[in-house]
């Protein structure tokens, strides 16, 4: 894993999950696909390899940060965002959450955004869904 290119990994990475691996939750009148942090995690060691990313945790203004960062040719990228607890899961979701936030900023799941809102696990526009 340690030879591939940043290219190549910004591809890998922001490549579409299978419509399998995706759960739905409602919102408002349509259904939102999301991806859960094990997701990521799979992603980031099948691209990079399991030691060539990191993640770290702080507490900002009742939020948590994730700095997430990632070893590709060398060079260390550490990208950050944040999120609050869940109603769900608290802490817990709210860890989840920033690591998945810090993910997107890699380009993991960023497609999920763009989903139009007649898309479901039935129906998704073919540039959603792998070529593989």
């Given at each position: ?5 940043w ?6 990475l ?16 349509v259904q ?27 507490e ?12 590709v ?16 899961e608290?802490d ?9 936030r ?31």
């Amino acid at each position: 894993m340690s030879d591939i290119t940043w290219d190549l990994a910004g591809a890998k990475l922001k490549a579409p999950f299978k419509v399998s691996v995706l759960s739905w939750r409602p919102q408002g009148q349509v259904q939102l696909a999301y991806i859960d942090a094990r997701d990521v995690m799979k992603r980031l060691d099948d691209v990079v390899g399991v030691g060539n990313w990191q993640d770290r945790y702080e507490e900002c203004g009742g939020r948590i940060m994730c700095y997430l960062s990632v070893r590709v040719e060398g060079e260390w990228v550490t990208k950050c965002d944040g999120s609050g607890d869940t109603k769900i899961e608290g802490d817990k979701g709210g860890i989840s959450g920033a690591f998945k936030r810090a993910a997107v900023r890699f380009g993991i799941g960023r497609y999920l955004y763009y989903l139009p809102a007649t898309a479901s696990k039935n129906a998704m526009p073919a540039w959603a869904v792998p070529s593989e």
